[in-house]
């Protein structure tokens, strides 16, 4: 049914004028949350191997705090500028369900998933909670392969992350993620320490050399 409004005219008897285009965006947005199991190559199954980059898994869930993941088995294939194909979302694209079954295990909707639900386009009741499927988004990204060769392993160095992780921290030791924790990347070069307590600072939380918990302890 097209949605309607009603003008009331100057002779008697109401007027229907139809609205396009509301109905048709309904059913998009619907469809685009219609999937409730995952696929059979998911990289969100427990039960497939893990053939994603560690890095790239890591990047997938970043994205899905505020973004969308679309089913790689709905996506399109085009060619980008160097003549590699990649694949994104086409008209026909639909979120993928074993991000949106793992988000929920983890108590950690996307903001998209809470927008789509209040308006009655998403419906977590309709998921197969049964499906393997990883439970937090950090057993997702441990679960990938490294791709890294073993002179890589031999000669990588590990630096600390920023030990404030402010709301701008550049290197944050992780995200929460409803009920658990992800484990960020660390920065590629050591960072500054701070002068007063002599931790790892990033620029984004260093003033003047000082950190800014060593500055809330002063100001306090």
Do not use: N
Not at 121 to 139: I, W
Not at 155 to 173: F, K, L, R, T, Y
Not at 195 to 217: A, H, K, N, Y
């Amino acid at each position: 049914m097209i949605r309607a409004i009603t003008i009331q005219p100057a002779v008697p008897g109401p007027v229907v004028v139809p609205v396009r285009g509301v109905k048709a965006k309904r059913s998009r947005d619907e469809r685009r949350y219609s999937l409730t199991r995952p696929c059979a190559h998911c990289p969100f199954r427990t039960d497939v191997p893990p053939y994603i980059r560690r890095e790239c898994a890591r990047e997938i869930v970043q994205s899905l705090v505020r973004g969308e993941f679309s089913c790689h088995e709905t996506t399109i294939s085009v060619e980008d500028d160097d003549g590699d194909a990649r694949m994104i979302d086409g008209p026909r694209s639909l979120h993928c369900a074993g991000a949106l079954i793992m988000l929920e295990h983890a108590e950690a909707p996307s903001q998209m998933m809470r927008i789509m639900e209040r308006i009655g386009a998403y419906d977590p009741r309709r998921l197969d909670m049964k499906a393997p499927v990883f439970r937090t988004p950090q057993a997702f990204i441990d679960a990938q392969h490294e791709h890294k060769h073993k002179h890589e392993h031999e000669h990588e160095v590990e630096h600390d992350p920023c030990h404030c992780s402010d709301g701008g921290c550049e290197w944050p030791a992780g995200m929460m993620m409803g009920a658990s924790a992800v484990a960020c990347e660390g920065p590629p070069e050591q960072l500054d320490e701070c002068s007063e307590c002599g931790e790892p600072t990033c620029d984004s939380c260093m003033r003047d050399g000082v950190c800014s918990i060593c500055r809330e302890d002063e100001e306090g």
